[in-house]
């Protein structure tokens, strides 16, 4: 009996052995399921699935969580997604906050204030060289690390003017989803639309509103305010 018991913990010592040894470098299959969606999702592995097509089903069933969150009550604005501040802006009379996403992150944005959808713009491989856009020499804005940029964004007409909320992604990462047809009456806080795998979300609005959050700092979308007790635009 005792021999038996030994063998059966031999064999289940080798298969973990293996396992370790045929997914390296990354999480054996037993141990993933108890770490951090960081070190259990390793980023040089989810690149490696995005390219080839092939993503864990645990990492998509985490990946398009969409969690609800606690909208603050009151005049304020609202991050619009999870994420880290990379950078505020002011180019051509207008204000723009940069938000990175990591790829853990939650990717489903939610309107940063009350809005309607006045018209939606792309832009495809070539963004950087538009001429017409007040960011196109920001290179971290236009992720020129990155091969093929791509955006998206809303125009919504508000009662602080008129506001613009851009989704960025990479050649990896293409597809940008916003939820509301042109003509939707959006509340602050619902839920407007999703990146898969994409990168950065910048909210754009007239200069008269600075952005009460600092460079650096982490986000919560819905959750976080991004500007306490704006005045209306006249």
């Given at each position: 009996m005792t021999l038996l018991l ?23 299959r037993v141990v993933a399921p ?19 097509g092939s993503p864990s089903p ?177």
């Amino acid at each position: 009996m005792t021999l038996l018991l030994q063998l059966i913990l031999l064999g289940i010592c080798l298969a973990l052995v293996l396992d370790y040894a045929l997914r390296f470098p990354f999480p054996s299959r037993v141990v993933a399921p108890f770490l951090p969606p960081m070190k259990r999702w390793p980023v040089h592995q989810l690149w490696k699935w995005v390219e080839e097509g092939s993503p864990s089903p645990g990492f998509l069933r985490f990946f398009m969580r969409d969690p609800d969150r606690k909208i603050p009550a009151g005049d304020c604005w609202i991050a619009p997604v999870d994420g880290t501040v990379l950078a505020k802006l002011n180019r051509g009379g207008r204000n723009f906050l940069v938000i990175s996403l990591n790829v853990w992150d939650v990717h489903v944005g939610r309107m940063p204030f009350a809005a309607t959808v006045t018209g939606y713009m792309e832009h495809g491989d070539i963004i950087d060289t538009d001429r017409e856009d007040p960011l196109r020499d920001e290179p971290y804005y236009f992720l020129r690390d990155k091969r093929s940029p791509k955006q998206r964004y809303m125009e919504a007409d508000t009662v602080y003017g008129l506001a613009r909320i851009r989704f960025i992604t990479s050649y990896l990462s293409r597809r940008i989803e916003f939820f509301h047809p042109v003509g939707a009456e959006l509340e602050k806080g619902e839920r407007m639309g999703r990146m898969l795998f994409g990168s950065t979300c910048v909210v754009e609005v007239d200069e008269r509103y600075s952005f009460e959050v600092a460079e650096g700092q982490r986000t919560v979308a819905g959750e976080t305010v991004i500007l306490q007790n704006p005045v209306h635009a006249s």
